[in-house]
């Protein structure tokens, strides 16, 4: 599956999430889907026992996403992978966003059957 790590992660009102810039700590940038991605590889609680095997699974999908500057080709497994850990690790609004460019199904269709869901 083809998905475009471009985008701007956008809050509930539809305005950019601000980050600082990682190579300029004093200027501020909107948030992207790639470096979103990018963090939940190399995220865990300090509490958190993973195993071995779950970090080099975890390290190779960071690589793969780092290699790609616009387009990523992912996996089932890796789609699967990266919701799991996004809605982990990731704030509500960062998460369902994410989950909304994977599986825009899992969180619209959900709207559409419940009416106390404001859309």
Do not use: Q, W
């Amino acid at each position: 599956m083809e998905f475009d790590i471009t985008g701007v992660i956008k809050d509930f009102e539809g305005n950019p999430i601000e980050t600082l810039d990682p190579r300029d700590k004093k200027k501020v940038i909107p948030l992207n889907i790639r470096k979103v991605l990018l963090d939940l590889c190399d995220a865990s609680f300090p509490d958190e026992r993973i195993t071995g095997e779950e970090k080099i699974l975890n390290f190779k999908l960071g690589l793969k996403i780092a290699a790609t500057e616009k387009t990523a080709h992912f996996t089932t497994d890796e789609v699967v992978k990266i919701k799991n850990l996004s809605k982990k690790y990731n704030p509500i609004i960062i998460a369902g966003r994410i989950i909304e460019l994977l599986e825009p199904t899992d969180i619209h269709s959900k709207e559409e059957k419940d009416p106390k869901i404001a859309k």
